[in-house]
């Protein structure tokens, strides 16, 4: 399988995030994951590790307004420039409810404009970084549009919290969004995140729209991040009214019951017959994840890798969550194992 990685996601590492409560702690997103990965699959017999190829901006502005891009490429020149005391990264203390149309001018109000937490810190490499995640999304797009039955983007910082115009938890352009956006030019997509967390940037940009099926398996809302999506009831809307499904999903979930969620979910995807599948694949539903509550086995994340294999659909695999670092070589593993 082949596998895109690029190693310029190395310059994105904030200093620290800041937890509920106002702890800052150390950023749990980090380039160890990578390493842990990449060893892992080196280890394999199957896995061929390539180097992104530059799409360039254009499959970027399809998804994200340009005004956000904007922001991400010059904030942190900008930032340099303030008087701000410590400059370690770009994080805004005020956040808009966007209930006023207003966009102001003033680096800080863009920051909390376009930002949604304080978990997506802004440093010197972050833009760099998540071009070159998205690059990883769109080559293993280009190469299963090619022909491949699958493709693995290894991708660093990850995506699915990021909407059209804001990054949050960790994200910063929708890498798989960007690649099922670019995938939908060519037939109906459908897109299955199975992070432990709600793809609400996914969810919000396609809400309105009938050719990309999204549908995401997550802890409920009503005690997990990000608190404002990810409800049973959100569907769609306009043209989009039923291509978007949530299925919210207890504390303490177990394989079994997680894996029947699955069905319903894969049973939804046989129904809408799309002529590529991309998968958000966040590995923090592992059991030992230090931001999860739910209890899938490395075993259990195998047997869901197992259930998507067999809608035998051409499938873009896109690397989301995922924080405890011992173990997640072998969840990785675990699941693309089952597209090999
Ligand atoms: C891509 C992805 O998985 N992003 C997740 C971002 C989650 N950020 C909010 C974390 C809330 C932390 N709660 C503390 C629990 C510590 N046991
Ligand atoms: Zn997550």
């Known amino acids: 399988m082949k596998v895109y990685y690029s190693e310029t996601h190395r310059k994105h590492q904030p200093p620290f995030e800041v937890f509920d409560g106002g702890l800052r702690t ?10 842990r990965i990449l060893h892992a699959l080196k280890q394999t017999g199957w896995a061929e590790i390539c180097e992104p190829k530059d799409f360039g901006l254009e499959p970027i502005h399809a998804v994200h307004n340009k005004d956000y891009i ?20 770009l994080l805004p203390a005020t956040f808009a409810l966007r209930r006023h149309p207003q ?11 376009y930002m949604m937490d304080l978990s997506a810190c802004i440093v010197e490499g972050t833009y ?18 090619n022909g491949e039955r ?25 890498n798989a969004s960007v690649a099922a956006n670019w995938l939908s030019a060519k037939g109906k997509v459908a897109l299955l995140d199975i992070d432990y967390h709600c793809g609400n940037g996914t969810q919000d940009i396609f809400y309105d729209r009938a050719d990309v099926l999204t549908i995401s398996l997550h802890a409920d809302p009503n005690f997990e991040y990000p608190h404002f999506a990810g409800y049973g009831g959100e569907t769609g809307t306009g043209t989009g009214l039923g291509f978007h499904r949530n299925f919210p999903l207890e504390k303490g979930t177990d394989d079994a019951h997680y894996l029947s969620a699955l069905e319903e979910a894969l049973s939804l995807i046989r129904e809408f017959a799309p002529r590529y599948l991309v998968i958000s694949a966040g ?13 899938v086995t490395t075993e259990g994340i195998g047997e869901i890798g197992k259930r998507i294999s067999a809608l035998d659909l051409p499938t873009v695999l896109v690397m989301e969550g995922g924080y405890n670092n011992d173990a997640l070589g072998r969840n990785i593993i675990s699941f693309l194992g089952a597209f090999e």
């Open 26 to 35: 150390p950023y749990m997103e980090n380039a160890d994951r990578m390493d």
């Open 70 to 89: 904007d922001f991400l490429a010059t904030s942190w020149t900008e930032w340099l420039a303030t008087e701000a005391s410590d400059k370690s990264t």
């Open 103 to 113: 966009t102001p001018t003033g680096l800080l109000g863009r920051a909390g404009y």
């Open 128 to 145: 760099a970084a998540a071009l070159a995640s998205a690059n990883c999304a769109l080559s293993a797009a280009e190469i299963v549009a």
């Open 150 to 174: 699958s493709a693995f983007a290894l991708c660093r910082p990850p995506g699915h919290h990021a909407g059209k115009d804001y990054a949050g938890g960790y994200c910063f352009i929708n």
């Open 283 to 295: 590995m923090d539903i592992y059991a030992d994840d230090p931001l999860g509550t739910i209890k």
